[in-house]
Structures are given as C-alpha cells and as structure tokens.
C-alpha cells in the first residue's frame, strides 16, 4: 500500500514538474500548452537563470546594456559570464547567462520586468526581437491590453519572461535549476546538452519532449541543471543571430492553381533558355571576331559602355545614347536573372492583415499592414492584370532606395485580384514623421531624406532603360527606415509617359498645378522634378503640402515678392518651428530656393535630377 501511494506520488509530483514544448513561433497569435509554463500558487519563488543573446541591432552589445534590461547588476554578470568588463563589446550572438526572479503569478511562472519604448515599435518586434523570444507577442498583448497594434515612444510595458521553478520530483531527482534557453535556427537537443554538460534524457523530459522530437527556431526550452550553470561556449554552435534577430519561416507554396504552375514552370523553362541564348551570342561573337581577325576586346572595356554616367548624355543636350547592341551582357538582364518573388497563399495574407481589418491595418487605399516572417510588410491589392507591370519594373530595377518587392499572392478561386508583398520601413511614411509631434525630424535626417529621395529619381531617369517617370512622388509615397533614410514606394503602379502623349495635360501634386507641354522629349519626368519641390517644401516647413497653394504662396519672397519684411526673417517664419535653431540658414535659404525653382510653371524652367543631386551632395 505504502509502495503504490509513493508511486502514485512519483508520478503527480514528475508530472508537475515537466513544462510542455510550444512549437509555435514567437509572434505566432495563438495561446498553446507550453506558450507560458504553468505553476500552482503552493509553489515558491525561486532564483534561476535564462540565457541572452549579444544583439547589437538593439544596443544589447556589452553588459553595462543587457544588465539594463533585465535590471540585474552588472558586476553580478561579470563573474557568471567570465568577462572583464561591463563595457566589453560582445561578438554578436555571444550566449550571456543572466539571473532572474522567477514566481508563481496566477497560474503561470514568469519573471516580471518592466520596459520603456525607446521609438515607435511593435509587440513582436519587442518580444522576439529585443527579449529575442523569450516570450510570445501573444503573452506581451495580454499583459498590456491597453496598447494598440503599434507601440508608441515612452510606453512602460509590463514583461512576463517564460522561467519556471523546479518542484516535486524534479527537485527530489537533483534539480536546482531550470534555465530558460531561447532556440536559433541550428540549434538541436544533443548540441544543447553538450553545451550544458546534461543527457539529453533529461532535456527531454524537462520539456515533455519524445526522443527524436524537434525544436524550432523562436521557441524555448528549459534545461534542467543540478548545480550553478555554466555554458560551454566551445561547442558547435548554431548561426548567430540575423540583423535584427528576427527568425525567418519557409514561405508555404500554394498547391494546386494551375496559373501558379504555370508560372513556376515558365521560369524554369526561360531561365534555360536566356542561358541558351547568352552561350549562343558568345561563340557568334567569337566567330565573328575569329573570322575577322580581330583581337578580342576586354570584358571590362565592354562592361564599361554599361555605366550610367555614359548610357545616357547629359539631360540639357536633349540626346540620348545606348551601350554597343553588341554585348550580350545587360544590367536589365542580369537583374531580370536576379529577381524572384515568394508566392504566398491568401491564407497568408488574411493572417497577417487580422483578415482585412480596416481599423487596425489598413493604412492607404487598398493598403493594409501586417507581419509576415516576422517582418512588417505593406500589402498592396490589385487588379490581377495590373501586377505584372509592377512586377516586370521591380524586376529591371535594384536600388537601396526603393522599398522591396517581397512577393505576390494570386487570391483565392478567381482572380479578379491579386495582392503584392512590399517592406513596411520601420518609421513609416514621411508624411506620418514630419506630423509626428513626440519625435520630430531634425535638420540633418531631413536633408538626408530630400537627397536619398533626390538619389532614387536620378536612377529611375537616367540609369534604366528606357526613363521611368514615377508620377506619384509624395511624402504619403516616401518611407523611412529605422535608421532615417527614405525608400520610394509606388514604382510600377504608374506607366512612364511620354512627351507625346501628355498633350499640354495639367498634374496636380500635392494640391500643387504642374503644369505641362509636350515641348521637351523628357516633359514627364518634370512632373516628378515638381513633386519632388512640393516634398522640399514639406521638409523644410513641416506642414502637408495639402494645404494648397499655401506652401507656394509663403516662398514667394524668394522671388522678390511684396512681402514685409526682411528675406532671412520670412524664411525663419517658414521653416519648421520645431528646428528652433538646428540648422544653417543659409542651408535652409538653399533648400528653399531649389525648392523653388523645381516648382516653377515651365517644365523647361525646372531643373533636372542630375542638377538637383550636385546641389543635395554638397549639404550630406
């Protein structure tokens, strides 16, 4: 009788000190057995560890910073970790041991921190990237309902980190600690118990694994130790960590859409046959020259003819040239080789849009935000016959400048519409930074978004082929990254027009006329020259070009206008009152004067893009 009530008791007691396994990811929207580890409120407190990643994507690089962020002293991470100093840069992905608080809290165990938003953010991009997935997104909404989908500047979160106490038989079998581990792509349960010098039994059964289960990247593990933890950091380990430390997922292929077949199969097929072609030219070229006895020229004196300073002649010759028609190499067929496109299936799309919602996803016309692999994207929908413009022209372009084209989803039955994946930059659109009052632009980041803007209209103009004209250049259209420099959006979405269809046709930009004539051979390209004056004139104000005319009205002292008062005194008035005294005014009178003249009502009076950046090089 004796010996069947202590069974009985073995077996509550290994029960409830296993924790189970969440094999879902970090910013997964759904709560699973394992998601938090669960207690019952006899069980004490207990002092544990868990383990952190060096993350300089975060400033999380020394220890001064990770001990910051859990609320630990530092020196107490200097003898654990065996480093010499607090201010020692880590490698990146360097594994740190860090003691924690761990306590029973209702019916989960979490060690509880407290977290102030340093910008503008996201519940994944803090669980999974700066707590590195040490909780789910999920569990970080729950406890701080009161947050909208996006984080503002200076908000206290309340953290709940996964940690667990051993109790029961896990204490009576030896147990002193469970170590909460954060799993990256590599990581396995013998490499891992190597590291901690464990069986891997034992990693298994802390974590009601079976044996030859896997673990997946974004989820945790406990390892269960029976004396002070120590890593050991000689052991194969897995990649560090991606800028960011936002783990990637294989993109899901939609089945069975004969179009989508179609369209894998035709790659494939045009792949072979563009590397057919590319070996025929060259033994034509190479017989040719053999035959004419010609010495063979250099790739690089070839490749050279393909620059962009040389393709096109000056925008004020009003020609234009070509490389040699010979080459069988060109920079719009390599890139074309280059381009691929994830395939992503509706299910997809309607997951990381919360199926469409408009109040918290929508972000344009047609546009909705969301997460997919873990990173912010912009979902655009289309009419299906439209996507394959903006496809081929994302396929002829390549520049730092342009927000990415991640992938394409071809609906549901029909396809009536279709939807394409494009980065989300961390800060939005300039139109959202430049109202932003908590976290305004200073001088600097602003000249160097005009000139980044500057840089990618010089690209579309004079180093394809043939000249792209945007059309929709706007500050709703200018996004900016996490380290302040624009991407333009909307490339494709509007055809190049030529000088001979325009037809004396009025644009509007902004509210603003830009008026055209068909006069000059490159009148299109103008209109982007006046909108990227309007853009200027919001930089440098801070107001919505929206307002009208008001943004031209208020410049036209430039010109000698009739305005009271002295130039320098009515600039200063213009200018963004938030500046205070930042800037150079004689920067500020440059930028308002180029401003200026990009908006004049004569297209041929307006400067070009290659004028423009000369002018923007010199103030970066």
């Excluded at 969440?22 to 560890?49: E, H, K, L």
């Excluded at 406890?143 to 984080?151: K, L, M, W």
């Excluded at 259209?477 to 333009?488: C, D, E, M």
């Excluded at 006046?530 to 208020?554: C, M, N, R, W």
Aim: charged fraction near 20%.
């Amino acid at each position: 009788m004796i010996y069947a009530l202590f069974l009985i008791w073995v077996a509550v007691s290994s029960s409830s000190a296993q924790q189970f396994y969440d094999p879902s990811g970090c910013s997964s929207d759904t709560s699973n057995q394992g998601s938090r580890y669960t207690c019952d409120s006899a069980q004490q407190p207990c002092r544990t560890f868990l383990v952190y990643r060096a993350n300089q994507h975060f400033g999380h690089q020394n220890l001064l910073n990770i001990s910051a962020l859990f609320q630990v002293e530092s020196d107490e991470l200097l003898d654990l970790n065996n480093i010499a100093s607090p201010l020692e840069t880590l490698k990146r992905g360097r594994e740190v041991l860090v003691p924690i608080n761990c306590s029973c809290s209702g019916e989960y165990f979490q060690a509880s921190l407290s977290y102030r938003v340093s910008e503008r953010t996201s519940f994944p991009e803090i669980a999974c990237g700066v707590f590195e997935g040490l909780l789910k997104s999920l569990t970080l909404l729950q406890e701080n309902p009161s947050q909208g989908t996006d984080v503002e500047t200076g908000v206290k979160l309340d953290v709940p980190l996964r940690c667990a106490c051993p109790g029961g038989f896990a204490r009576f079998n030896g147990v002193k600690y469970l170590v909460t581990y954060p799993i990256l792509e590599g990581d396995g349960i013998t490499p891992l118990s190597m590291k901690f010098s464990i069986a891997p039994e034992d990693l298994l059964a802390a974590n009601h694994l079976e044996p030859k289960s896997t673990v997946y990247p974004n989820t945790t593990v406990l390892v269960p130790l029976k004396s002070d933890p120590v890593i050991n950091l000689n052991v194969p380990d897995s990649p560090p960590p991606t800028p960011g430390f936002l783990p990637t997922i294989t993109v899901e292929k939609t089945k069975n859409t004969k179009l989508r077949k179609l369209y894998i199969a035709g790659s494939v097929v045009g792949f072979f046959l563009i590397v057919v072609a590319l070996l025929a030219c060259g033994f034509y070229v190479k017989a040719v020259k053999k035959w004419k006895g010609e010495r063979l020229q250099s790739f690089t004196d070839r490749n050279s003819v393909l620059s962009c300073s040389t393709a096109r002649s000056s925008p004020r010759s009003g020609q234009t040239g070509r490389s040699s028609t010979n080459s069988c190499l060109s920079p719009d067929l390599l890139a074309g080789i280059k381009f691929s496109l994830y395939n992503y299936g509706i299910e997809d799309i309607k997951r990381a849009t919360n199926d469409f919602n408009e109040d918290t996803n929508k972000i344009g016309e047609q546009v909705y935000k969301g997460l997919i692999d873990n990173e912010s994207v912009m979902i655009k929908q289309m009419r299906f016959e439209d996507t394959r413009q903006v496809i081929d022209m994302h396929s002829k372009i390549n520049h730092v400048n342009i927000v990415s084209l991640h992938g394409v989803c071809y609906g549901e039955n029909d396809f009536a519409w279709s939807y394409l994946i494009f980065e989300l930059p961390t800060n939005g659109c300039l139109k959202n930074c430049l109202s932003n009052q908590a976290n305004r632009l200073s001088w600097h980041r602003r000249t160097q978004i005009a000139f980044d803007v500057a840089t990618i209209l010089h690209y579309l103009h004079y180093c394809i082929f043939p000249s792209y004209a945007h059309m929709s250049v706007n500050s709703r259209n200018i996004y900016v990254t996490s380290k302040w420099r624009a991407k333009l959006a909307n490339i494709g979405s509007t055809l190049a027009i030529s000088a001979s269809t325009m037809n004396d046709k009025v644009f509007t930009v902004n509210g603003l006329v830009a008026p055209q004539n068909p006069m000059n051979e490159a009148a299109s390209v103008k209109v982007d020259v006046f909108a990227f004056g309007v853009v200027l004139l919001e930089l440098i104000s801070g107001k919505e070009a929206a307002q009208g005319t008001f943004l031209k009205d208020s410049i036209r002292f430039l010109g000698g206008g009739a305005n009271e008062g002295g130039c320098f005194e009515q600039l200063r008035s213009f200018i963004d009152p938030c500046l205070k005294n930042e800037y150079l005014i004689a920067e500020a009178l440059c930028l308002a004067i180029l401003a200026k003249a990009c908006i004049e009502d004569d297209p041929l009076r307006r400067p070009s893009m290659d004028d423009i950046l000369k002018v923007l090089g010199r103030m970066v």
